[in-house]
């Protein structure tokens, strides 16, 4: 998938634009840096409705080329090299939303399939219908 930023775009459109390719993934935007494998505060956690130019001080609009065979961490460091943007990549765990911080080391397919894997464990022990989606 490619991602545009610049500065008229909301960090929910940047979200959602992702969380469409990859449904058990999510970004979250902060206001401060974090190092590879450690998690960022929720209080740093930035407001969905902000536009990205109101939030860095990089002004740098272009693309972003995410693949599944990248790795969670170096996509959050590509995001601060090139565009000053903090982003913490969260996983989908059951009902819950966890911060991935400590499988940096992990691709996106990987974390997405994690995500699967445990939303789809979840509901079979629910007892709510289950619906198969095809693989990414």
Same mark, same amino acid.
């Given at each position: 998938? =490619? /991602? &545009? %930023?610049?500065?008229?775009?909301?960090?929910?459109? @940047?979200?959602? +634009? $992702?969380?469409?390719?990859?449904?058990?993934?999510?970004?979250?935007?902060?206001?401060?840096?974090?190092?590879?494998?450690?998690?960022?505060?929720?209080?740093?956690?930035?407001?969905?409705?902000?536009?990205?130019?109101?939030?860095?001080?990089?002004?740098?609009?272009? =693309? /972003? &080329? %995410?693949?599944?065979?990248?790795?969670?961490?170096? @996509?959050?460091? +590509? $995001?601060?090299?090139?565009?000053?943007?903090?982003?913490?990549?969260?996983?989908?765990?059951?009902?819950?939303?966890?911060?991935?911080?400590?499988?940096?080391?992990?691709?996106?397919?990987?974390?997405?399939?994690?995500?699967?894997?445990?939303?789809?464990?979840?509901?079979?022990?629910?007892?709510?219908?289950?619906?198969?989606?095809?693989?990414?």
């Amino acid at each position: 998938m =490619i /991602l &545009e %930023i610049s500065d008229t775009r909301t960090l929910a459109d @940047i979200r959602e +634009e $992702f969380s469409g390719v990859y449904p058990f993934l999510s970004f979250e935007f902060y206001q401060e840096p974090h190092e590879m494998g450690e998690a960022t505060p929720s209080k740093q956690l930035l407001p969905h409705h902000k536009r990205i130019g109101d939030i860095r001080k990089q002004q740098n609009s272009g =693309i /972003l &080329e %995410i693949y599944p065979q990248l790795k969670t961490g170096s @996509i959050e460091q +590509e $995001f601060k090299r090139k565009f000053g943007l903090h982003v913490q990549i969260l996983r989908r765990h059951g009902n819950a939303w966890i911060q991935t911080a400590g499988t940096d080391e992990l691709t996106l397919g990987e974390q997405n399939e994690i995500g699967r894997n445990s939303t789809l464990d979840s509901l079979q022990g629910s007892g709510h219908p289950i619906k198969r989606e095809k693989h990414l």
